[in-house]
């Protein structure tokens, strides 16, 4: 089978498997500490959850702090709650749910447009009473690279606070200038059931599980494996990442030839490369997915799987919804190999052909 589908999950890397199994069958069977114990063998595995906190911290701006989450949906949650009450919260069209829905939950939700290319550009007012600006910074199913930047200046313009979902962009691009920003371990190679949220120095947060408050402003006892993982994972990649990012491209441009006569959906350069959204007008992609079933790949956002909606997304860029259901989403990455996308194109280009010859 062919793996696809990175912007789903992410396969685990070995280094960060090794350093959970620390955690889960070590040395005399005695890994299964509670970090925050005060004896001897609670210290040591709170001392693997502060090495692995300045290993996630150290692809994040400097100046703020780590708050270990159950996942980067909480982690939003927390960021979003937390930050305040009342006013108006901007958030782009492309939003992942976690965001817009906690953004309706809350009242007030200003949505901010879209260019066709998936960009969200500062041309656009933010409401008076706006007390907290949500822009991703690479969207999860179309790839586009957000200028968060430009939307934090103008965030702190307008004094509001400014909060990055960086689950897709972790690990992969460098991400600066924020007040908070969410991330998941299991998206680049880490495992799942962990994440966590930077949130900058001087900023304090309402917590949203009360108990222990083990994390500060988050209850709940730490899982040492999970966040060794989650650090081994984050080591990695920093050591990684201009290789990652090179293979990826040559990937991707690869990709480009392979499916030629697909339409791209969103932009060709402000992208992220280990994303291929694509389209073909008439295409029925559940058809293709059972005919292509050795090609693990997505008909749009895996949170939205099974909802039978065309994606918001493709909708936003301005795709109608045929469009957008005869859309299909390719994502790779570290452990894709060239013969990987020359095999799946073969399979997938054939299916296309296949549905064409016979309407």
């Known amino acids: 089978m062919i793996y696809l589908d990175y912007q789903s999950t992410t396969p685990l890397a070995p280094e960060a498997r090794d350093a959970m199994m620390r955690w889960l069958d070590g040395p005399d069977g005695m890994a299964f500490a509670n970090p925050h114990s005060p004896h001897k063998l609670g210290r ?47 958030i782009s069209s492309i939003e992942h749910a976690a965001v817009s829905e906690t953004a309706t939950a809350l009242g007030g939700a200003h949505v901010l447009n879209v260019s066709s290319e998936g960009q969200c550009n500062t041309r656009q ?30 965030a702190k313009e307008n004094n509001a606070l400014f909060l990055i979902d960086a689950v897709q962009a972790y690990g992969k691009i460098e991400i600066t200038h924020a007040d908070m920003i969410a991330i998941s371990a299991h998206k680049f190679h880490g495992p799942k059931g962990i994440g966590a949220l930077w949130v900058r120095d001087g900023l304090e947060l309402q917590p949203q599980i009360t108990g222990g408050l083990q994390e500060g402003e988050r209850s709940g006892t730490l899982s040492p494996a999970l966040i060794a993982g989650f650090g081994a994972a984050a080591a990695l990649a920093k050591e990684r990442m201009a290789g990652d990012e090179q293979h990826v491209e040559e990937l991707w441009n690869r990709a480009r030839d ?69 859309s299909i989403r390719l994502g790779w990455g570290r452990y894709t190999s060239p013969d990987d996308i020359e095999t799946a194109a073969k399979a997938i280009n054939a299916a296309a052909k296949e549905q064409e010859k016979w309407g």
């Open 258 to 326: 392979l499916f030629d006569g697909w339409e791209l959906n969103g932009s060709d350069t402000a992208r992220y490369k280990g994303n291929f959204n694509i389209r073909k007008d008439g295409l029925d992609v559940a058809r293709l997915m059972s005919e292509c079933r050795d090609v693990m790949f997505s008909a749009g956002s895996a949170c939205a799987s099974g909802s039978g909606r065309p994606s918001h997304v493709l909708k936003a860029i301005g795709l109608s919804d045929k469009q957008a259901k005869s």
């Open 44 to 90: 040591l595995a709170k001392a693997a959850i502060e090495l692995a906190r300045e290993r996630v911290a150290a692809l994040l701006p400097p100046g703020g702090r780590i708050i270990f989450t159950g996942n980067a949906c909480e982690a939003i949650n927390l960021a979003m709650r937390g930050s305040g009450s009342g006013g108006s919260i901007s």
């Open 125 to 154: 007012d933010l409401p008076d009473d706006c007390r907290l600006v949500a822009v991703m910074a690479v969207n999860n199913e179309i790839g586009t690279i957000q200028p968060t930047i430009d939307w934090h200046r103008k």
